[in-house]
């Protein structure tokens, strides 16, 4: 007689999930003037070599938009990836392997689909941290020329929904410490470089376009540069409607395999 194969659900009560992501924030606010560097002042950094070094070589870059008004909303938008990605893969793979956090969580009534969301969630609070001061200091050195601008906040949050996804799958198949560093060299870095943050996209060649117009940071970098502009159309909403599609296709896909990776 043939044994049923029961699917996982992937089902959550919001509560567990704030309990996941309060534990991360209380853990956060113990070191936070430590992490207030990957948040704040590397980005900045990033933000004034680029706009303000690199930019006073570059002749305007497009039609009345400066080279230093068309890279800080790219940075921007950019940047909203690190803080989500490496913490739901570096930090997820520390708390599930070698602090055992993710044992004690599972313990409590906490299921693996709300330990996955609460991940994933902080990720994106993350990111909007990282967005909100970035966003900040080039308000504040005259690169944002539209009030749409305060809308990126939303898009670095659903940048982080995506690449804390992301982060949170590699760091349930990742078969070593060793081997995590690979998300940030090989995917992270290239995806971060050619996503239209630094140069217009149609710069590149004709073999390439295609490849960075799927990046999954691309579509939030062209919106967060509609938005700094005041330039928003049909173009960044479908970049925003892929953005969606994504971070719901890897919630799942990270659930699962965080299933796999504890239970199985």
């Known amino acids: 007689m043939a044994t049923a194969i029961s699917t996982p659900r992937v089902d959550f009560r919001p509560r567990n999930v704030y309990g996941v992501w309060l534990r991360h924030w209380l853990a956060f606010k113990a070191g936070w003037l430590v992490d207030s ?9 990033i933000l004034l070599a ?32 690190w803080p989500a990605l490496f913490n739901c893969s570096w930090g997820a793979y520390q708390r599930m392997e070698n602090h055992k956090v993710y044992e004690t969580m599972i313990s409590a009534p906490v ?40 809308l990126i906040l939303p898009v670095g949050v659903l940048i982080g929904l995506v690449f804390g996804g992301m982060g949170l799958i590699y760091a349930s198949i990742a078969p070593s410490q060793h081997s995590m560093m690979l998300i940030f060299t090989l995917i992270g870095t290239p995806i ?25 940071l691309t579509g939030g970098v062209h919106a967060a540069r509609g938005l700094a502009t005041g330039d928003f159309g049909l173009g960044e909403v479908f ?3 892929y953005l969606g599609g994504l971070a719901v296709t890897f919630y799942p896909i990270a659930f699962l395999l965080l299933r796999r990776k504890l239970v199985l």
């Open 192 to 216: 971060f470089f050619f996503s239209g943050a630094f140069f217009p996209i149609d710069s590149l060649h004709s073999a390439v376009q295609p490849i960075a117009w799927v990046m999954p």
């Open 37 to 45: 560097s990957a948040i704040v002042i590397e980005p900045v950094f």
């Open 50 to 81: 680029v706009g303000f070094g690199i930019g006073r070589f570059v002749e305007n870059i497009s039609e009345g938009l400066t080279y230093q008004e068309f890279v800080a909303p790219g940075i921007i938008a950019a940047n909203a990836m």
């Open 111 to 150: 299921n693996l689909s709300e330990l996955a969301a609460g991940e994933i969630v902080w990720g994106a609070t993350r990111s909007l941290m990282t967005t909100a001061a970035v966003l900040t200091i080039a308000a504040m050195l005259g690169l944002i020329d539209s009030p749409l601008a305060i």
């Open 239 to 241: 970049g925003l409607l």
